[in-house]
Each structure stands twice: as structure tokens, then as C-alpha cells.
């Protein structure tokens, strides 16, 4: 078969041109330019759901709502992520991810328009509901299977880090635009109100022109062997897929680490509320460049310790990671009695680099699973079920503190729980690292 395959009797390249086009260059040249399109879409689409973390304060006062009503609105969200995650890995394996993408960011986009006439409050519930259906069912697993299949063996750290670090950059870019164009309305005083709607019409309108760019783009095939893989899993059976993952122990525990480092991860949606508490008591725009510099660190922080993890070990660096912005969220609690603001900032910024690089990381840990590749979406989904579950809870948890004790107080409470938590995590992936032995399975 091979023989036949092979076409023998097909006439020779000529060999200039055999050099210029060996399969191995354009094989990885097509890998990276999907990977580009990959971390388009992935800095495109969420940052629109996560205005809080730089303008929450404003959001509250335009909206009309409270702290526990916010938190209400992103508990919605994270129980419409929590019901979808299964299904979207499922749809992975099933349906082309360029499709899903594509219809993902423009419905999302779609939405961000309603969202900026400031509806009501029963309006925004649904808005979110949604936007949980076009940024979690739709999109959310269709992506990591795709980074895990065009990376090869050897690349998973880079790869998944350049995704996160790549979306970061992204983020960071938008951020970065959105405050000046914030800044410069309310400088001219239009007020906050029309401040932040036209941020939102900005990342709107970037979600609907992504998700029309992309729809002219092909979906190259896989560098990773998964021919046909819908075939592959028409005649399979999904409780059997379910009982494969079940058995694999490591799957869980990257579960408890992926539950653990997403924590650390929505506390930094908090860091501008904070800053403008208490002695503190920064302004909008100043909290707003503090947490947009945080938001540099993701290219530094998911790259870098992508890069780091592929030389030394990606589990042993995301280790490093958690217990590193375990002890930032400490000096964070701490470090106000000091009064030193150009610390505090800097403190932020080292958290929110521990953090990318964990957000980088832990999905590396699929390596560590022995994951047959045709149900790596639904591995994907299962861990994302889990591991992403505290969406429904932490909203209402950190509505509740900020709601009863109000102030400074509240979040210093909040960043110690999550403290324990990220340590939890830690201990979660020591013990992941001695059963592999810091070898893949």
C-alpha cells in the first residue's frame, strides 16, 4: 500500500526547489501561522466578558448594579461554562474548529453591542448565558485541541505558552488602547458612562472583524497522527471514552491543579478594585494603568515559561509558579500597612506573571495523562468541568466578602483564601510529579 502511495513512477522535483519547499519547513511554517490564528482569536474574545478587572468600579455605577449582583452575573456565566465544557469537547472532535471560532467571536461581538446600551439587569443575565454558549461551547475546546495537535512532542510547553502568552499580548495591545480611548473621553468630559461604551464598542467590533477574518482561513491538517477523527470517533462509545478518562489517575490530579491555578488566576480581576481602597484610594484611570501593566506580564509570563518548561520541565516550573504567587498574594495582603504604592505595583506585576506562566503550563499536563489523541477533546472537557468550576462559585464568594465586610478588608479575606487554595494546588501537582517521575506518561 505504501508502494502505491508513494507514486514512484510521479517525475522528480527539480532540486532547487525540493530545498525550498521541504515538507519539514512548510509543515512548520503552516503550524505556526494556525497557531497565529489560534491566539488572535483566544486575545480577542474574552477580554470583553472580563472588563472588571480594570473597570469594575465604573461598570457598577453605569450598570446600576451591585458587588453581589455582579458576582450574580459571572456566576451565570460560569454555570453556562460548567454544563458546556463537556459538550464543547465533544463538538472539538466532531465539528471544524474554524467554524466554531468563527461563529464564537462574532456572536460574542454580537452580543458586546447589546451589552453596551447598559440594559437591565434581567437583560445582562441573558447576555451572559450566551456569551457562556459562544465563548465556552462553541470555542473554549475546540482551541487546546488544536494547539495540542499541531505541536509536536517535543513542543507542548512552547506551544501552549506561546497560546496564552500570544492571547496575553493581544489582551495587553487592546487593554492598552482601551484605557487611553477611556481616558481621553472622560478627559474631554463625556463622562464615564459614555467612557466605557465606547470601550466596549472597541472590542466588540474587533470580535466581529476576527471572526470575519477567519472565516477565510482553512483549517490546515494536524502535524500530531489523527487521521479522520470524526470517523475515528463515530463507532466509539462516550461512556467508554468517559470510563478511559476516569481510569487515569494523573488526569485527575491535573484537574485539582487546573481547579487550584484558576483561582489564583480570578483574583487577579479584583487587584483594580483594590488598589482603590482604603489609604490607597487610587482613581480609576491609575488602578487601570496598574492592572494593564499586569496584563504585559502574560506575553513575558505564558512564553517564557513555556519556553522554560520545554527546557527544564513543565511541571517542575508550574511547581515553582503556584507557590511563587501564593506568597505574592501574601505580600499583597500585607504590603498596604507599608504605604509604598511603587512596591505594591510591582507586587501585582510579579503575580500576574506567576499567574500567565501557570495559565501557560497546566495544560501541558495532558502530556503527563497518556491521552489518546482522538478523545483529547473530551479529556479537555472533562478537565475544563472541573478545573474550571469555581466560575460558578467565586463570583458569589467574592460578592459575598466585598458585600460584608466592606473596604480594604474584604479583599485582603478573599486573597487569603485564594492564598490556601494556590497552595493546595502546589501540593495537587508535587504529587503529580513524583507518580511520573517528572517523565511523561
Given at each position: 500500500?505504501?508502494?502505491?502511495?508513494?507514486?514512484?513512477?510521479?517525475?522528480?522535483?527539480?532540486?532547487?526547489?525540493t530545498a525550498s519547499l521541504t515538507p519539514a519547513a512548510a509543515g512548520s511554517m503552516q503550524r505556526y501561522v494556525q497557531l497565529l490564528l489560534l491566539v488572535l482569536a483566544a486575545g480577542g474574545?474574552?477580554?470583553?466578558?472580563?472588563?472588571?478587572?480594570?473597570?469594575?468600579?465604573?461598570?457598577?455605577?453605569?450598570?446600576?448594579?451591585?458587588?453581589?449582583?455582579?458576582?450574580?452575573?459571572?456566576?451565570?456565566l460560569g454555570i453556562v461554562f460548567f454544563v458546556s465544557y463537556l459538550p464543547s469537547g465533544w463538538l472539538a472532535d466532531r465539528v471544524a474548529?474554524?467554524?466554531?471560532?468563527?461563529?464564537?467571536?462574532?456572536?460574542?461581538?454580537?452580543?458586546?453591542?447589546?451589552y453596551s446600551t447598559a440594559p437591565s439587569f434581567h437583560a445582562l443575565l441573558v447576555i451572559f448565558c450566551l456569551w457562556g454558549v459562544?465563548?465556552?461551547?462553541?470555542?473554549?475546546?475546540?482551541?487546546?485541541?488544536?494547539?495540542?495537535?499541531?505541536?509536536?512532542?517535543?513542543?507542548?510547553g512552547r506551544f501552549f505558552g506561546l497560546?496564552?502568552?500570544?492571547?496575553?499580548?493581544?489582551?495587553?495591545?487592546?487593554?492598552?488602547?482601551?484605557?487611553?480611548?477611556?481616558?481621553?473621553?472622560?478627559?474631554?468630559?463625556?463622562?464615564?458612562?459614555?467612557?466605557?461604551?465606547?470601550?466596549?464598542?472597541m472590542y466588540s467590533f474587533t470580535c466581529i472583524a476576527l471572526g470575519a477574518l477567519m472565516s477565510f482561513f482553512k483549517d490546515p491538517a494536524p502535524a500530531q497522527a489523527e487521521r479522520k477523527p470524526v470517523e475515528a470517533n463515530a463507532n466509539g462509545s462516550l461512556w467508554r471514552d468517559l470510563a478511559t478518562l476516569a481510569a487515569i489517575p494523573q488526569l485527575w490530579l491535573m484537574a485539582a491543579v487546573v481547579f487550584c491555578g484558576y483561582q489564583i488566576f480570578w483574583a487577579t480581576y479584583s487587584f483594580s478594585a483594590y488598589l482603590q481602597q482604603g489609604e490607597m484610594h487610587m482613581t480609576v484611570?491609575?488602578?487601570?494603568?496598574?492592572?494593564?501593566?499586569?496584563?504585559?506580564?502574560?506575553?513575558?509570563?505564558?512564553?517564557?515559561?513555556?519556553?522554560l518548561g520545554d527546557r527544564l520541565s513543565n511541571l517542575r516550573v508550574l511547581i515553582w509558579a503556584l507557590f511563587l504567587a501564593v506568597a505574592g498574594l501574601i505580600g499583597l495582603i500585607l504590603?498596604?500597612?507599608?504605604?509604598?504604592?511603587?512596591?505594591?505595583?510591582?507586587?501585582?506585576?510579579?503575580i500576574g506573571l506567576m499567574t500567565y506562566a501557570i495559565r501557560g503550563l497546566y495544560w501541558t499536563l495532558l502530556d503527563y495523562c497518556a491521552i489518546p489523541m482522538r478523545i483529547t477533546g473530551l479529556a479537555i472537557g472533562l478537565v475544563s468541568l472541573i478545573g474550571y468550576s469555581s466560575d460558578i462559585f467565586l463570583?458569589?464568594?467574592?460578592?459575598?466578602?466585598?458585600?460584608?465586610?466592606?473596604?480594604?478588608?474584604?479583599?485582603?479575606i478573599y486573597f487569603a483564601y485564594v492564598a490556601a487554595i494556590g497552595t493546595l494546588g502546589g501540593i495537587a501537582a508535587l504529587v503529580l510529579k513524583r507518580m511520573t517521575h517528572s517523565k511523561p506518561a
Open positions: 500500500m505504501q508502494k502505491f502511495l508513494g507514486k514512484p513512477n510521479a517525475p522528480a522535483m527539480p532540486r532547487a526547489e474574545i474574552y477580554p470583553l466578558l472580563y472588563l472588571r478587572q480594570v473597570y469594575q468600579t465604573t461598570m457598577l455605577d453605569v450598570l446600576h448594579i451591585d458587588n453581589a449582583q455582579l458576582g450574580y452575573l459571572y456566576s451565570v474548529p474554524r467554524l466554531l471560532i468563527c461563529f464564537s467571536l462574532i456572536g460574542t461581538g454580537a452580543l458586546g453591542l447589546w459562544t465563548t465556552g461551547l462553541t470555542f473554549w475546546a475546540s482551541v487546546l485541541k488544536r494547539v495540542r495537535m499541531i505541536a509536536g512532542a517535543n513542543e507542548q497560546l496564552d502568552g500570544g492571547r496575553g499580548l493581544v489582551e495587553a495591545l487592546l487593554a492598552t488602547a482601551a484605557l487611553a480611548l477611556f481616558a481621553a473621553a472622560t478627559g474631554a468630559g463625556r463622562g464615564e458612562a459614555a467612557a466605557l461604551r465606547h470601550v466596549i464598542y484611570v491609575a488602578a487601570g494603568m496598574v492592572t494593564t501593566a499586569k496584563l504585559w506580564m502574560r506575553p513575558i509570563g505564558g512564553i517564557g515559561g513555556g519556553f504590603l498596604p500597612a507599608l504605604r509604598n504604592m511603587a512596591l505594591l505595583g510591582a507586587v501585582v506585576l510579579f463570583p458569589l464568594v467574592n460578592g459575598y466578602i466585598t458585600e460584608h465586610y466592606a473596604g480594604m478588608l474584604g479583599y485582603q
